[in-house]
């Protein structure tokens, strides 16, 4: 219960200068870096996508049902179960857990024979990875406190937005690799597929992390204690999740559709692109890691860049309504550039005009923490940030089934695949802008109730 005390009782005066000590940036160096290792699974079925398809005789719906509704099928339902034992236990060891079961269901989705054993696996992954974002962001505040908890929750986003290029020209590296050492494995492994190696190649690294998850020094640095006899009397004034969300329901309603969109329409991009690059342009696996992984890191600074400077050039213009119209502005400008993904031709346009599309959702990304920060009361921020991210898994997964099935219903054209992917991920895009247009009209008079609540 050490995030919810916290939330409910004000700091000492001098907390908010408060230092954090060289363990505190070491245990979100580690945050960071379980990001990045979770996001390496959709990188391996992305560059691997051909010849795991072929392999196993999956369609192009077969494929975006694993990329989208088996990721988060059971993350819908244990994300919040996840969140609730994170607020109750000691959140280390339900993220070791967390971290654990994910390496083994990767391994496992290397194991898979065909489509409905992979189905269950992807399944396993996703769910194992929805405890992630809930439980770093409850971690945040137990290590930093005022200006640099802040500070801290930026470096997360950040640092991981920034590296994840990176991230994914490794996997296409980790690819090539096991091709040109294939002959140093032993027999058993040495007549088995490249994508079944990759997965099992990605798994390994979490012997390493859940005892790292173990032994951070999350506990020694606890909250401010309220005067012995009054955590009861604080606890119980602490108010639930669902009379706040009904009392807020426009805002919240119009906020989750919207960023729900924003995800679905990264969805249906993200997963095909490799696809097209591969299918249509006949890119090689290492090609493509490279080429995504540079256009990743260069729209990822650029759209930090936009983010942050334009958010301080128009603070004194927007006032609090800032985040929700740089949010509608960053879905609109990326439905535009994912329309002109349809006109490329060659690799270099492709990854030129997919830099561009990602450049505004990651500048949208960016502020998205904030936003949703700023409707949140402190008491019963953890669950509701579980709630919305839930809710956006789950309608961002149906994007790749989506364009999936319009793909293999317009099969006979030689383009449908990319008409598919550039037509769900425009649509999507525009009707998450407007949304958040709507989430305008009372998204100051949520903030404003959310304020209320802390006070209270």
Known sequence: MAASTEAAVPLPEGAAAERAPMSAWVSLLVLVALGLYTYMDRQIFGLQAEPLRKALGLSDLQFGLLQGVSVALFAAVVGYPIAWLSDRFDRRTVLAGCIATWSLAVGACGLARDFNELFVTSALVGAAEAGLLPIAYALIPELFRGGQRQLANSLFIVTGRLVVGLVIAMCGWMIHAIDLWRPLLPDVLQALPTWR?????????????????????????????????????????????????????????????SVGLLVFGFGATGAFIPVVAMRQMGVTSLDLGNAMGIATFVSSAVGLLIANVGMKWLTPRLGPMLPVRVLAFAAAASGVFAATLYLARTPVELFTLMALHHTFLMAGTMVFPTALQEMTPQPMRARLISLVIMFNMVLGSLSPAVVGAISDALKSRPDGLMLAMTATSTTA????????????????????????????
Do not use: D, H
């Open 197 to 257: 190696l990759a997965f099992f190649a990605t798994a390994l690294p979490g012997i390493v992390f859940v005892p790292m998850i173990l032994l951070l020094p999350i506990n020694k640095r606890g909250p401010a204690r309220p005067p012995p006899g009054a955590a009861t009397a604080v606890q119980a004034k602490q108010p639930s999740v669902w009379p706040f969300l009904r009392s807020q329901r426009f805002s919240f309603a119009t906020f989750m559709l």
């Open 429 to 456: 895009l525009m009707l998450a802008a407007g949304l958040m247009l709507l989430c305008g009209r009372g998204y100051v008079q949520t903030t404003r109730a959310a304020r209320a609540v802390e006070a209270g």
